[in-house]
């Protein structure tokens, strides 16, 4: 085992680093200011946030697995109705949809993109009239962007509401229209990880419609308008000032790691070009900010191992799909087969990406990799 340090595959500890001193003069003002859940940090990071994005309104709440859930509340997805997904994501995205007690749909995803395969939609639409479909709920995974205009196109034709899962996509954007903004909903995750983290759990619903932001206003905190008064049946989702606080810091700043994210990106990409490895694939037109860079080979296992001999961390996104997992085996749905996703999930492998990688730890990457090719006479 070599003794070098341990290249980490992500990387919150540098980022708060990086941002130390700005991070804690804010934390210092909430507890001076002594509001702690819903002041003024919270209000002016929902305008920051939506502002950064191009949107009209953001809703702080509690996560992003409940960004989704509000998002679906406030569209009126309840029991018997279907929403449709993808199984290749965080299982947040399905859980959100159990909560509001509606049904998961897949369909199968792009092999370029890992994102939800638009020429599979009308399809699975039309295949099951027998359900009541209501939303879809495409994912941007890894930070690359699903298929929006598609998608948009085909929701609109099917009166389906659209909520996008952002939760890996900050910043990203398709003809420079950033993901967030399409549908008529969208989720956002700052979990410490994300390419926009706080220090704990937060999230953010974002939208156009007035009417919508004013649901998921009310809905987030016991339906109130006015205090101890419930004008709707809502739950408790808030976002904390602290966590506000941080985030007001990290958004300055959101642009500028997206862009080394980036870099890192074509480090990779120029250090693997050649090689058997499947490396991401950016559609023209479209902003990858590559909350993961994820290559894929049919001997995942091996350099995964090999990596981790080298000091390397690397980790699978994600490597069961939700459907064969065994909370959800044999009781959700899906039409025509998912064989994209799962011929995926068992090639695909994170290599370390952050902001705060240097060009040796990239290069070292690289290297390791190299090696095992060159080692590993079998075939790919």
């Not at 995205?93 to 993109?113: M, N």
């Not at 739950?235 to 870099?263: M, Y």
Request: with cysteine.
């Amino acid at each position: 085992m070599s003794h070098r340090p341990v290249i980490a595959a992500a990387n919150p500890l540098a980022d708060y680093l990086a941002r130390q001193p700005e991070i804690e003069h804010a934390i210092h003002r909430v507890l001076s200011e002594g509001r702690y859940i819903l002041g003024p940090e919270v209000r002016a990071f929902e305008q920051e946030f939506a502002s950064f994005l191009g949107a009209r309104f953001a809703v702080g709440v509690g996560s992003g697995t409940e960004a989704l859930h509000v998002a679906l509340r406030v569209c009126g997805i309840g029991p018997g109705d279907a929403v449709i997904t993808v199984s290749h994501t965080a299982v947040a995205t399905v859980a959100a949809i159990e909560l509001a007690g509606a049904i998961p749909l897949f369909v199968d995803i792009d092999p370029k993109s890992y994102t939800l395969d638009a020429n599979q939609l009308e399809d699975t639409i039309r295949a099951s009239r027998s359900l009541r479909i209501r939303a879809l709920i495409p994912v941007h995974l890894y930070g690359h962007p699903a298929d929006m205009p598609s998608i948009m196109s085909i929701a609109e034709r099917f009166n389906l509401k659209v909520i996008e899962d952002c939760a890996q996509s900050h910043g990203a954007s398709i003809g420079g229209r950033k993901t967030g903004t399409w549908g008529h909903l969208a989720a956002f995750s700052f979990y410490p990880t994300k390419n926009l983290g706080a220090l704990g759990d937060g999230g953010a619903v974002v939208t156009n419609d007035p009417a919508m932001a004013e649901r998921t206003v009310l809905f987030r905190e016991y339906g109130w308008k006015e205090r101890y008064i419930s004008e709707i049946p809502g739950a408790n989702s808030r976002l904390d000032e602290l966590q506000a606080a941080i985030l007001r810091v990290k958004l300055r700043f959101l642009g500028q790691d997206n862009a080394k994210r980036q870099d890192v990106a074509r480090q990779y990409d120029s250090m693997l070009s050649g090689s058997d490895l499947v490396v991401p694939h950016t559609h023209p037109g479209y902003t990858h900010v590559y909350h993961q860079y994820v290559i894929r080979t049919h001997l995942r296992d091996e350099l995964k191992h090999s990596l981790s001999m080298s000091s390397v961390g690397s980790l699978i996104h994600y490597p069961v799909p939700i459907h064969l997992q065994p909370a959800y085996r044999d009781r959700l749905l899906a039409q025509g087969g998912l064989m994209e996703t799962e011929r995926i999930c068992r090639e695909i492998l994170s290599l370390p990406m952050h902001p705060h990688l240097t060009a040796d730890e990239v290069a070292r990457v690289g290297d390791v990799i190299q090696s095992w090719l060159r080692q590993d006479p079998q075939p790919r």
